[in-house]
């Protein structure tokens, strides 16, 4: 690839050995007469074939010539060839020519050219882009207002946006706007009547507010400036070297500078891979998606066919892989000779041999694989001294996946493109800062926002890792009630955390106070409390500095921007920084280049890669004009939507014809399979007829690479985790409810009491069962606890005030309150019933020593409900909103947790309550009841009761014994088959420690049955 040379950017003195004699200069001008028209075919490495072709024809005059080229990138990389040349020459330094940037129809090289400067000064200023935006989005928001009544500002930037982009169109292709009114609005549907109608905007409220402010739109100025140009080179051609090369000329006014520029008495304009071996009726059959559709315009503008276009001196002839593709690309209408076409080429060239030499095609399975691939024939040039390569795509995830793959061999290759502002660090951070600030008491977002490598919080790093910590085990669980001020108290003695705390609360106190200001100053509040929280840090680095020019240019823009009255913040603040761009000025690899489509164009290397050929990436659909039909913009001459295409098709003639290229493409995209790039398919079609597919189809072996480079050499499957602890290190004391536990999944207790590992909850989680359970559960305990049963209106008293304290408000109280209602009813009818038989004792706590076992184990129990009736008997109530246990289960000691409850009342174990038996233990439903007490209840009576709390007590003392022998494993579920289902929403089903026990490592689904002992 052509580069510029560092210390060589500014005119120096050229040696005299590079001078050429007059009569060789005007040999190569003299045979032809103005206005001159050449080409460099597909295939020949454009900017270095200029350059040899420039400096034979000038020698020393070329440091007077002037040079227009389609874009920025371009004109370095020629004054990079052109040194070049010069270097291999012999000629330590030289004067370089005037290059000048035309721009092109994208809309990133819109507003580059550069005027003379009596038309600079003679048309009025460009409105900046973030001005045009705001106004636009201004308008459109007036519009909504008068057709909906209300204003959707995130949606009004980003129809400002689209408008800004028909704005385009319509003065790149010098149509009058005037034209949109004078559409027929009877024979219109009703929608695009009314999108008619709202482009008044376009027609009449646009230019009244540049006439006002003495602006002009940028797309406007620019095809002014290049129209007039191309008069005053008309007009008085100078005579000096007057050079356009590499563009299309898709727009009228960049026609006539390429006609003015080819008719002056040293001009020239040299057209990018011009098929000049076209036939006549391909040729006239070119659509508007054709690779040669721009140039065909062109020539049909100058009154030239391909034929009349000489070649540029040394680059005729060129790559046999040209024909190929104008077999491949030819245009649909004249496909009828197909077949007879392909016979002739592949008998002149035998299996394409010549025209598939270098070419490769990679078909990857996914997206992540392709950009692997694209890395490895990355990594495969660096294995060669002095080879280069370049990936070509217009999708910009692909690039972001292959610079990121080149990371693992410590090779920096940024992608041309940029990053999104808003993905970039600077613009996550204003992102979270924003989520928090619109809502300081959401646990996710001040994590989100701490946990950013940019939050600060005026401490230092120790202390800010200690406060982070301290703040992460607050915010966890359910929202804590009374925002960051609830927080507090979850952290208190913790010096950092607090004072983390501290700047949290500023921060928002200082969004807060702009609530009811014009949106600027909220802009200006949010900026102010992000810069607080991040110290120092927040405007440093290529997205800092970025970030602080886009807000400057918006916080300029402040009438427009005060315009917005209403929406989401978040949503506004997005849709304000959609489209900024951060480019890295990093140090990246001097023979690896990642580039878009546009800037590619000229460039060459020895490898090209051409990536996410897949139909809706490259090329892209044809855009949908939001405002406008297909009837509508051929009514007011706006192009077909199909011309991009055509330059996407060109763009990829140009890169596919190089003498070594690989096309790649993934087979699934997004998770479903992706169709190919309708350039792959013909291409497959004629070589899969031709038998030279297997030739050219390198997929297989690439796959087979990608897949061996994260293969280990061998495998070793985990083992299932057997720790073992014996007697010294066994749980001495252990809850009824963990003995299920124990049963079911022994690695758990072993992880949560020997280990002593604690699940953490998630940040912020919505109140569920668990929660609501809990919940009820205190109501019903304060409940029972009252001299006689509460009337449904104060157990509802209860609630809210219990409600209130757990945090469960609005809408999650809205979501559960059929089920706590249902709850209170019943609980105040098994109440009533229950006071009838004896006394109630609540929430009471038990524990029970048991006897013979050495080192000692305590069992304890909180019991829900204990009443005593009047036989003096106790009956034992557990209140569940989960799955009840089953006669199977109760009866095998799978879940034992009352009647070993029953067992430690028997034996005394409540303080409360003496030692006395059990009449009966039950579990009772207490949402979604169904009215059928075998479904609602479950528990057992009299001397079942008793023989069941005997049976229990009996297998725990042998579980403890067998775990007390030390070659006793702690399994992970040996007994699958039994384990309830369920989530987080169901307490009784613990997965907590299954990643620990790497479950998925050993076991095919986590039905499957373990090996058990």
Request: glycine share 8%.
């Amino acid at each position: 690839m052509s580069a510029t040379r560092k210390g060589l950017r500014s005119p120096r003195l050229f040696s005299t050995s590079s001078r050429m004699s007059e009569s060789h200069r005007n040999t190569f001008f003299s045979e032809l007469v103005a206005p001159r028209y050449f080409s460099i075919d597909p295939g020949r490495p454009f900017l270095e074939d200029l350059a040899h072709g420039l400096i034979a024809a000038f020698g020393e005059d070329l440091a007077r010539a002037e040079i227009y080229l389609p874009t920025r990138r371009a004109a370095r990389a020629l004054s990079g060839a052109i040194l070049d040349a010069r270097a291999a020459a012999g000629v330590s330094a030289s004067l370089l020519p005037r290059m000048r940037a035309i721009g092109d129809i994208d809309e990133d090289e819109m507003a580059v050219f550069a005027g003379a400067a009596e038309d600079e000064m003679d048309l009025p200023p460009a409105i900046s882009g973030v001005a045009r935006t705001l106004e636009l989005a201004r308008l459109v928001a007036a519009k909504d207002r008068a057709f909906a009544g209300r204003e959707n500002w995130p949606a009004a930037l980003a129809a400002a946006r689209e408008l800004g982009k028909l704005l385009d169109s319509l003065y790149a292709e010098e149509v009058s706007a005037a034209g949109l009114s004078a559409i027929d609005a009877g024979a219109l549907a009703a929608h695009w009547r009314v999108s008619r109608d709202f482009l008044e905007i376009v027609t009449e409220a646009w230019p009244a507010h540049l006439s006002a402010h003495d602006l002009s739109d940028p797309a406007d100025r620019r095809a002014k400036l290049i129209g007039r140009k191309a008069a005053r080179l008309l007009a008085a051609p100078p005579h000096h070297p007057l050079i356009v090369a590499g563009t299309t000329a898709s727009a009228p006014a960049v026609a006539r500078l390429v006609e003015a520029i080819a008719s002056a008495p040293l001009g020239a304009a040299i057209l990018p891979g011009l098929d000049r071996d076209i036939d006549a009726r391909a040729f006239e059959k070119i659509e508007d998606a054709h690779p040669q559709a721009g140039l065909k315009a062109l020539l049909r503008s100058i009154g030239r066919s391909p034929r009349d276009i000489r070649p540029w001196p040394g680059s005729g002839g060129g790559a046999p892989r040209a024909g190929l593709l104008r077999l491949a690309l030819r245009p649909a209408e004249a496909t009828d000779e197909w077949l007879a076409l392909i016979k002739s080429a592949s008998a002149a060239d035998p299996n394409f041999a010549r025209s598939i030499d270098g070419l490769s095609l990679i078909e990857a399975d996914t997206e992540d694989a392709e950009a692997l691939i694209i890395a490895m024939l990355f990594r495969e040039t660096l294995e060669t001294g002095g080879a280069t390569a370049m990936l070509v795509t217009p999708d910009r995830n692909l690039a972001r996946r292959v610079a990121l793959k080149m990371r693992r061999w410590n090779v920096v290759v940024d992608d041309s493109g940029g990053v999104p502002f808003a993905n970039s660090a600077c613009g996550t951070f204003l992102r979270l800062a924003a989520g928090f600030l619109v809502d300081p008491g959401d646990p996710v977002a001040a994590l989100a926002l701490i946990r950013h490598p940019l939050a600060r919080l005026g401490l230092d790093e120790p202390q800010r890792l200690e406060a982070i910590d301290a703040l992460d085990r607050a915010l966890r669980g359910v929202r804590p009630s009374g925002g960051l001020a609830g927080v507090a108290g979850r952290i208190a003695g913790r010096a950092p955390a607090l004072a983390a705390l501290g700047v949290l609360a500023t921060a928002a106190e200082r969004f807060a106070a702009a609530a009811g200001a014009p949106f600027s100053e909220k802009l200006r509040a949010h900026l102010d409390a992000a810069a607080l929280i991040a110290g120092g840090a927040l405007w440093t680095g290529d997205d800092g500095a970025a970030g602080a020019a886009l807000f400057d240019d918006v916080l300029e823009n402040e009438a427009a921007l005060n315009a917005v009255r209403a929406g989401a913040y978040g949503d506004i603040f997005g849709a304000l920084t959609a489209g900024a761009v951060v480019r890295r000025r990093s140090e990246a690899h001097p023979r690896l280049a990642i580039l878009g489509p546009l800037e590619a164009r000229l460039l060459s290397a020895g490898h090209v890669i051409l990536g996410g050929l897949n139909e809706g990436v490259w090329p892209q659909g044809a855009p949908a004009d939001p405002f406008l039909s297909r009837a509508m913009r051929e009514k007011v001459g706006l192009p077909s939507p199909e011309r991009r295409i055509g330059l996407a098709a060109h763009d990829f003639a140009q890169g596919a014809a190089a003498a070594r290229v690989t096309l790649t493409r993934a087979a699934r995209a997004g998770g479903a399979p992706a169709k190919p790039s309708r350039w792959i398919v013909r291409l497959k079609n004629i070589l899969d007829g031709a038998g030279a597919l297997p030739a050219v189809d390198r997929s297989p072996l690439w796959r087979a690479r990608a897949a061996l480079l994260d293969q280990p050499d061998a495998v070793t499957p985990a083992e299932p985790p057997r720790p073992r602890a014996g007697k010294d290190r066994r749980p001495a004391t252990l809850p009824v409810t963990d003995i299920e536990k124990w049963i079911r999944d022994p690695y758990a207790i072993y992880a949560r009491r020997v280990l002593r590992l604690k699940p953490l909850d998630e940040p912020g989680v919505e109140p569920g069962p668990r929660e609501v359970g809990t919940l009820l559960h205190r109501v019903f305990e304060r409940a029972a606890a009252a001299a006689e049963t509460l009337t449904i209106e104060a157990l509802q008293s209860l609630l809210d005030e219990e409600a209130a304290r757990a945090g469960l408000a609005g809408a999650d109280r809205a979501f559960w309150s059929a089920g706590l209602d249902e709850a209170l009813r019943w609980f105040a009818e098994f109440d009533r019933g229950q006071r009838a038989q004896g006394r109630c004792f609540v929430e009471s706590q038990g524990a029970l020593t048991l006897q013979g076992v050495d080192p000692p184990f305590t069992l304890t129990a909180r019991a829900d409900r204990i009443d005593v009736l009047e036989s003096g008997a106790a009956a034992i109530f557990d209140y569940k909103l989960a799955t009840l246990p089953t006669d199977m289960q109760d009866k095998t000691n799978f879940s034992p947790q009352l009647p070993l409850t029953a067992a430690i009342l028997a034996a005394g174990g409540f303080a409360s309550i003496p030692a006395r038996g059990v009449e009966a233990y039950r579990y009772l439903r207490i949402t979604g009841r169904t009215g059928d007490a075998d479904k609602d209840e479950f528990g057992r009576r009299g001397a079942d009761a008793g023989q069941a709390m005997r049976e229990a007590e009996d297998a725990l003392r042998k579980w403890i014994a067998r775990f007390d022998d030390p070659e006793s494993a702690y399994l992970s579920k040996p007994r699958a088959k039994f384990i309830k289902r369920g989530g987080r929403d169901n307490a009784e089903l613990d997965t907590d420690y299954d990643q620990l026990a790497r479950r998925r490592e050993w076991t095919a689904s986590e039905d499957a049955e373990g090996d058990g002992e």
